[in-house]
């Protein structure tokens, strides 16, 4: 087991398909290897593979590693290219929208059974033009979603990334509803080149409710994806982050997600080393 030194008030966890689990017992296996005790748990295999994840909660419980919050995938999604991305993702494409809206009911379902406070997704790329039919429909698409995770005591988190931290702001005042906050990932705001992480995160920080721990560097060329490294290896400017919330008095959970890479529980390990350090330098 690793030992723990976390950056003050922060509760570090991992996200769940960053281990490429096969079902909850492997989940608590991968997970005890990386030496923590908590994770943010990919709500679909629950409802897709059920045998495999039958009374993923009491198992986790007894193992001793805590569910911190949940994470709601929408149908469809592509991610081959930044292009094939933004024509699926998140609840935007009118062809997945009544499926998507019947999967968010089987999340929201789930959350409250594990006693979930908090579901982070990708709403899909916010349309540029606010006055947009499309823009209204996404509006009201993610108010209904977010209404069925609240009615199950979770609020919904919108990822960060696929849009600039001013249009976000921009989104989750035209939704207006207060419990949707942010699930911020600096390494998002690098692999979509949509400006600089700590200045996103200062912009964001009072609807941020949780963090994705993960590094990136920005596309070599536009329009193509950049590229997702070991956390500590690229260009999120760590000490700053951990200085900003630690100064902000954040309390959230703070989840390492790593998606690339073939040691996935030892690139994990390596952000937890990292992090303490970076912690330190941060006064965190």
């Known amino acids: 087991m690793v030992p723990i030194h976390r950056p003050r008030r922060l509760r570090l966890g ?49 193992a001793g590693i805590a569910p911190c919050s949940g994470m709601f995938q929408p149908t469809g999604e592509d991610y081959t290219t930044p292009a094939t991305i933004r ?40 349309p540029e033009e606010c006055s947009s039919a499309a823009y209204a429909a996404l509006v009201e698409r993610v108010r209904l979603v977010a209404d069925t995770f609240a009615a199950g005591g979770a609020a919904l988190l919108l990822e960060t990334g696929q849009e600039t931290a001013a249009a976000l702001e921009a989104f989750l005042d035209a939704l207006d509803r207060p419990e ?11 692999l979509y080149d949509m400006g600089d992480p700590i200045a996103a995160l200062r912009r964001l920080l009072t609807r941020v409710r949780q963090l994705h721990l993960k590094d990136a560097r ?9 590229e997702e490294v070991v956390l500590g290896t690229g260009e999120v400017d760590w000490t700053a982050l951990l200085a900003v919330v630690a100064g902000a008095g954040f309390e959230g959970p703070a989840v390492v997600e790593r ?26």
Request: net charge positive; with cysteine.
């Open 218 to 226: 920005r596309p070599r060329v536009p329009g193509a994806w950049g």
């Open 87 to 126: 024509a699926t993702g998140g609840l935007v494409p009118d062809r997945t929208w009544a499926e998507n809206r019947s999967r968010a009911a089987a999340a929201a379902a789930a959350a409250a059974r594990l006693g979930l406070d908090r579901v982070s997704f990708h709403a899909g790329f916010i």
């Open 180 to 190: 949707v906050g942010v699930n911020f990932d600096p390494a998002n705001m690098l």
């Open 259 to 284: 998606e690339a890479g073939g040691d996935r529980v030892g690139d994990v390990r390596a952000a937890v080393a990292f992090l303490a350090s970076a912690g330190k330098g941060a006064g965190a």
């Open 14 to 62: 991992v996200c769940s398909w960053s281990l490429r689990p096969t079902g909850v017992e492997d989940l608590i296996a991968k997970v005890r290897r990386t030496g923590l005790a908590a994770v943010q748990l990919a709500l679909e295999p629950l409802r897709a593979d059920p045998e495999r994840w039958a009374d993923a909660g009491a198992k986790l419980a007894e």
